[in-house]
Structure formats: structure tokens, C-alpha cells
């Protein structure tokens, strides 16, 4: 593979702006969606083996980053599925599609904003009619934006980040499961920003604490019923959303204790793991898919 989108040990992210949601067209180096490091600096092809065959999911922010990574791998382990984004990534969606179809895999396209309730029911109804059934819901859109004082945090803004990144979780959760049946699977990314309280995140910040109490309460509710909770936390990992809401100072200390940021592949698996039968016995679960930093909960 090309060097491009590797980072090694040591390796700082180079700084560069985008105008917010932003694109992963124009992110350089180019996230990694389908492959995997091995350690030594080189990546080697995701191996898929059937896991998820058959089964029909909804993702939301598919068109990039993390979930993009999640439909392909989806895609290769034998899924179809629809992704949600907003208008403005159109770009990237279409990529998304030509990338999951030269898997050989079967996706739908929906830009919407899932701020609005109304839009969250219309995604599901959307994915149950074009997928024929629905078997796990993949809540991945996020807003964030880099604000380093709560006296400069204007009221907008924290309303903004609560209807992006938690009102619709509930919705698409609350909308979807009358269609789930045993066996089905809702996977919610949260961040590790929950679990270190990140200061300059702090709306965001709150959402995903809000996101992991959500995936252990609804757990509570399903998991007697045969569907599984489940939500991940990455650390840094490199995509569009990082250009597109963080300063330079901050991107240049984009990293992990692995000395790097992650790829969105290297959370795509985790998402796969929990969408199928190898993790059959977790639920309610927050998977710390961060580079190395020690975490409670
Ligand atoms: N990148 C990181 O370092 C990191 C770390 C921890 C958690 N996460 C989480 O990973 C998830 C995916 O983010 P990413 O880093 O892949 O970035 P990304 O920019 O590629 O994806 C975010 C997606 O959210 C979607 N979105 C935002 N607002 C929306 C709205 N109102 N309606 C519909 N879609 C909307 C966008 O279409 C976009 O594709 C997010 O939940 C984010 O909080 C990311």
C-alpha cells in the first residue's frame, strides 16, 4: 500500500482546516478503512469471514471516518446496508457506495439532517424498505466544536451538540427496535472524552457520558429480549471531523499512548464484533477502542 495515511510512532498529524462537517476527500494523509497495522509500521488487508452475512444495518454518518470503515468492513462480512449523512458530504457518500460495491456489497444512500425527529423515523422506514428488515443500527454522527472555557460555550452550541448527538440516538433507537427481532444489535459511538472528562469538549463531552448511560439502560431494557446494547469509545482517530473542529494546537497533539492516532479501521472491527455472534455474550458494554489510555468503566 502507499505510505499515505500511515502514522508511526512519533508521527504528529499534519495540521489542516476544513470548514465543518468536512470531507474526507480532502483529509491528507487518507484515513485507512480496510486495512489494518500490524506493528511494524506496514498495514495488511482486513480478512473477512462471513460474520455479519445476511444481516441488514443502519449507520448513521456513513459516509466517512468511522463509518464509512464500518460499512465496508459491514460490506465484507457479508451485510448490506444504508447510511445516513447530511447533505453537504454528498461527495463523500457516493465514494462510500463505490467503495462498499467493489466489496461486492449492497448499500443504500440517504442525506438527511437527524437533528429533526421526523428525519430519524424516515431513515428507518427508508432502511427496513430498501434492506427488507433491519438487524443492527449503528448510531455514529457527531457534531463537536473546540471551546476551551464554559463562559465562552454560547447556549446555541450546547443545544446544537445535545440535538446532533443524543436526541436522535434515542429516536433511531426508539424507531428501529419494533422492527429488530432476536439476534439484533444496537451500536452506539461514544468517545473516550466520557471517561477523561476532555475540558475543551465539554457539550460534547456530556453527550457521550450521556450516550454511555443510555447504552446501559436500554441494555437493561432489550437484552432479556434478545437484542444487545453495546457502544464504543474510541481515542483519536484520524478523520474528517478532526480538521474540520479542532484547532492546530490541538491537532498537533492528536495522538494516543501508541504514539499515534488510530484508523477508522482499527474501530470498524469493533463494530463488526459487536454486530455479530462473537460478542453474543456482551451487552450493555463500552469497548475502549482508544490506543492504550487505561480507563474506568
Ligand atoms: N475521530 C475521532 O477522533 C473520534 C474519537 C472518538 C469518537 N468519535 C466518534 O466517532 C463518530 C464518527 O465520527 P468520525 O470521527 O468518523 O467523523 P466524520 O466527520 O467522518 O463523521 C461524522 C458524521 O456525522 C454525520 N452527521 C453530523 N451531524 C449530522 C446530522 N445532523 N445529521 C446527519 N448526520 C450528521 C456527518 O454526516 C458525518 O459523516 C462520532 O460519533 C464521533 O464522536 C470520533
Known amino acids: 500500500m502507499s505510505s499515505k495515511g500511515q502514522f508511526g510512532k512519533g508521527h504528529e498529524v499534519p495540521v489542516q482546516h476544513q470548514k465543518v462537517p468536512g470531507l474526507e476527500s480532502k483529509l491528507d494523509p487518507a484515513p485507512i478503512y480496510d486495512q489494518l497495522p500490524t506493528g511494524d509500521g506496514k498495514y495488511q488487508p482486513y480478512k473477512a469471514a462471513g460474520k455479519l452475512s445476511g444481516k441488514r444495518a443502519l449507520i448513521t454518518g456513513g459516509d466517512s471516518g468511522i463509518g464509512r470503515s464500518i460499512a465496508i468492513l459491514y460490506a465484507m462480512e457479508g451485510a448490506s446496508s444504508l447510511i445516513a449523512y447530511l447533505p453537504e458530504e ?29 428525519n430519524c423515523k424516515d431513515v428507518v422506514e427508508a432502511a427496513v424498505e430498501k434492506l427488507g428488515g433491519l438487524d443492527v443500527l449503528v448510531n455514529n454522527h457527531a457534531y463537536q466544536m473546540m471551546v476551551e472555557d464554559i463562559k465562552d460555550l454560547d447556549e446555541e452550541q450546547w443545544l446544537h451538540t445535545f440535538n446532533t448527538n443524543i436526541h436522535p440516538f434515542f429516536y433511531l433507537s426508539k424507531y428501529a427496535l419494533p422492527h ?6 444496537i451500536i452506539n459511538n461514544a468517545s473516550i472524552n466520557a471517561y ?28 432479556g429480549k434478545g437484542i444487545r446494547v453495546n457502544a464504543v469509545a474510541p481515542g483519536p482517530v484520524w478523520t474528517p471531523l478532526i480538521p474540520a473542529t479542532m484547532t492546530e494546537e490541538k491537532q498537533r497533539q492528536f495522538t494516543s499512548p501508541m504514539g499515534r492516532p488510530s484508523q477508522p479501521s482499527e474501530i470498524a472491527t469493533v463494530f463488526v464484533f459487536l454486530a455479530g455472534p462473537d460478542s453474543s455474550s456482551i451487552s450493555g458494554q463500552t469497548i475502549h477502542a482508544n490506543g492504550g489510555t487505561v480507563v474506568n468503566g
Open 90 to 118: 454528498e461527495e463523500d457518500a457516493q465514494e462510500t457506495k463505490r467503495l462498499v460495491e467493489a466489496k461486492g456489497g449492497k448499500i443504500w444512500l440517504k442525506s438527511t439532517d437527524l437533528k429533526e425527529r421526523g
Open 180 to 185: 429488530m427481532t432476536p439476534g439484533s444489535a
Open 196 to 223: 477523561i472528562g476532555r475540558p475543551d469538549l465539554l457539550d460534547y463531552t456530556s453527550t457521550k457520558g450521556a450516550i454511555v448511560a443510555f447504552t446501559r439502560g436500554l441494555s437493561n431494557q432489550y437484552v
